[in-house]
């Protein structure tokens, strides 16, 4: 089918705004009439008439619109056709409780109110049923029963697996992130672009645009391609108000299109596998690399309401989940963002984050005024596996004040006034593993010695 006229997708696009008034005004009738009764206050009943009138114009001018919405192509036809036309009848049916309350329409039921009591039961049936495919078609099949306690179908479980090599890299790793932040808008009811992510059979049918994957060349796939526009191209995916996929996320579809050829059977173990996937995947399932230093699995911790995510970024500060449905975060306080701030002032802005602390997987204070005494308050974020405190007035000190981080892997402290002395905080910690200390007064010749040491991290000093 050729594309409908921009006008008509552009028009279209109301649906969602305007199918909200005839559910408000078919619903008001329905009420209006039980409380006349219930109330025996016959004054409700003249609302009625209005009611049921604007929500039948209002329902007409939904499915025109609908129909518009629905050339797009981006939604399975069969859906689209239960939705269209119990919308259609749901239309029609408000019609004729409006002709019958004006007394246009008898029914032989011998009561005024057991007519109009029987066309308005009818209404708010037919609303619900036209809703609930309208839930369908925008947020997938499955979504009114999801979290249903009962009688709802049983997903696969997968085998549990105690190393990351044994893990399925379609299985474990990419289809939970198609699931968390794709299948939403691509799946068998609603397909944007025509694509559907639910499964092997339909990533490979791709979608209007072509294949949503090439394998072996993720640079030119578009799945890759539109996950890594600017967030403001209308191409950019997924689009506003949804949650962005993680760096970490698109390594992940990354490495299974160049390195897996987007196998959906071959193992960890089978490919070659960077380093640095190798981590991500034993975040993501919760299982430590065998003979790392770093290998510290995921903490268990609360989930962050959003009030407080809205107090702490007030503050200039700026959150990324690293793992989805984790509550574990990136934490990023912009470079020279504090530059008209007092100590006291930062200080005030790192408080802001204790009531998030334990949440806090990576944190990101560069060129900030950070001085020793604020990182008696980082100490206290005891799930950090990665600080970066770059060209801050930090000293031996305040480096000491993080001996006690024993998740900490990574801490870069470029262009700081630490020296040799720090060496032996860095010994206490015992999952550190790099330190970045580049334009510091620790020397090549302090290191030598250091390194036979046990449980000495790595250290680079940029030469």
């Not at 609302?47 to 609908?66: F, K, Q, Y």
């Not at 066309?119 to 495919?133: F, K, R």
Request: contains cysteine; aromatic residues 8%.
């Amino acid at each position: 089918m050729d594309q409908a006229p921009d006008i008509v997708l552009f028009l279209g696009r109301f649906h969602p705004l305007i199918v909200h008034m005839p559910i408000g005004f078919l619903f008001f009738a329905f009420l209006l009439e039980v409380f006349s009764k219930w109330k025996k206050n016959n004054a409700l009943l003249a609302g009625i008439p209005l009611a049921l009138l604007m929500g039948a114009i209002t329902a007409t001018i939904s499915c025109i619109l609908g129909y518009m919405l629905s050339l797009s192509g981006d939604y399975e036809e069969s859906a689209v056709d239960s939705h269209f036309w119990f919308g259609i009848a749901t239309t029609i049916v408000a019609f004729v409780a409006w002709l019958i309350r004006i007394d246009k329409i008898k029914l032989p039921t011998g009561s005024n109110f057991k007519s109009n009591i029987a066309t308005l039961t009818l209404l708010v049936i037919l609303l619900s049923i036209t809703g609930h495919y309208g839930g369908n078609l925008t947020h997938g099949s499955d979504y009114l029963v999801k979290y249903l306690p009962f009688g709802k179908e049983e997903k696969k479980e997968l085998v549990a697996i105690t190393k990351v090599e044994d893990a399925v890299v379609y299985d474990y790793l990419v289809e939970p992130i198609l699931d968390n932040k794709c299948t939403s808008c691509h799946n068998s009811s609603k397909k944007k672009g025509g694509l559907s992510l639910i499964d092997s059979t339909s990533i490979s049918k791709g979608g209007k645009n072509g294949d949503a994957l090439i394998v072996g060349n993720s640079a030119k796939s578009e799945m890759i391609k539109r996950v890594l526009l600017d967030p403001h191209n209308d191409d950019f995916m997924p689009p506003e108000g949804k949650t962005p996929l993680t760096e970490e996320e698109i390594a992940i579809l990354t490495y299974w299109i160049d390195n897996a050829n987007a196998s959906y059977s071959s193992k960890v173990t089978s490919i070659e596998t960077p380093e640095n996937i190798t981590h991500i995947a034993s975040n993501m399932l919760d299982i430590p690399i065998e003979g790392q230093k770093g290998a510290t699995k995921l903490p268990t911790v609360s989930t962050i309401n959003e009030e407080v995510i809205s107090t702490v970024t007030a503050q200039g500060f700026t959150l990324r989940e690293l793992v989805f449905e984790s509550s574990l975060y990136e934490v990023v306080l912009p470079p020279k963002s504090t530059k008209n701030s007092t100590p006291e002032e930062i200080a005030k802005k790192i408080e802001s984050l204790s009531n998030i602390k334990d949440n806090i997987l990576w944190f990101y204070a560069d060129d900030n005024g950070i001085t020793d005494k604020h990182l008696t308050q980082i100490s206290g974020f005891k799930n950090l596996q990665k600080l970066s405190l770059n060209n801050n007035a930090i000293s031996d000190k305040g480096i000491s004040f993080l001996e006690n981080l024993n998740s900490l892997n990574s801490l870069n402290i470029y262009n700081t006034q630490a020296s040799k002395n720090s060496l032996n905080t860095f010994l206490k910690m015992k999952n550190l593993e790099h330190v970045y200390a580049w334009k510091t007064s620790i020397k090549e010749e302090d290191l030598e010695s250091f390194k036979e040491k046990e449980n000495a991290p790595s250290i680079s000093l940029g030469n």
